[in-house]
């Protein structure tokens, strides 16, 4: 079964400071994807980004870019230019893809509360 | 097009009810994850169902059960309701067509057993 770790219960962080967030996974599989999701207080979990990981390449969306460092199972968030709006829980989610095609359920780490401040 | 609704908002139970939650997908996906969100936690994978079968489950008990519809909305149903069961139920929605690693999310069903 994997596992998603995420070590950092809460940060807090300067209006247009950048932040990082960690999260670490266990897995036997090669092939899977990983996500970041933020869910502000109105409960919408919404999808930040996404890593496929056969792609050496790290995903970026804007603002926000991944390290994902496949050897070491780590898949850290990071945001520039941070803004009140990114106040919200964040989780790292990880996804094994059946053969074929099919899709399994995500499994998510803890969360971080990411706080900025004005 | 619409994203994903999920009905009630809020519900309060007591312990050994049974509940019903009702989950609308994004036009044009067919396959609907749930899950279960205890507070302060990450949530946790109960099932998926994909052209009205279940075609993956989570570690949870046989009393979660689920349908999905033609129309490809989807029900999930709790069964001998318990005080941990109480949490905020998330559907999630997505298609082959974007890649079912993309799931779409509804606001949730916040569950409480007293």
């Known amino acids: 079964a994997q596992t998603v770790t995420q070590s950092q219960p809460e940060m807090s962080v300067q209006e247009a400071e950048t932040v990082t967030l960690s999260c670490t996974y266990d897995t036997s599989e090669n092939n899977y994807y990983l996500f970041w999701y933020k869910q502000p207080p109105s409960r919408q979990m919404i999808l930040v980004i996404r890593?496929?990981?056969?792609?050496?390449q790290n995903a970026t969306e804007n603002r926000f870019s991944v390290n994902f460092q496949k050897a070491a199972k780590s898949f850290s968030l990071k945001i520039s230019d941070s803004q009140l709006g990114d106040t919200a829980m964040y989780f790292c989610a990880f996804m094994n893809p059946e053969p074929g095609g099919g899709a399994d359920g995500l499994t998510f780490g803890k969360g971080t509360h990411l706080i900025i401040q004005p | 097009e619409t994203g994903v609704t999920q009905s009630p908002t809020h519900l309060i139970k007591t312990r050994g009810q049974q509940v019903t939650l009702r989950c609308s997908s994004q036009s044009g996906h067919n396959t609907v994850s749930w899950y279960q969100q205890a507070l302060g936690q990450g949530p946790q994978f109960i099932f998926q169902y994909y052209r009205e079968e279940e075609n993956g489950r989570g570690n949870f008990p046989p009393r979660f059960s689920g349908l999905q519809f033609p129309n490809y909305s989807s029900e999930l149903n709790v069964n001998a309701l318990e005080l941990d069961d109480s949490a905020l139920y998330l559907c999630?929605?997505?298609?082959?067509?974007?890649?079912?690693?993309?799931?779409?999310f509804g606001p949730g069903t916040r569950l409480t057993v007293l």
């Open positions: 890593q496929e990981a056969y792609k050496q």
């Open positions: 999630a929605s997505s298609s082959p067509g974007t890649g079912r690693r993309r799931q779409y």
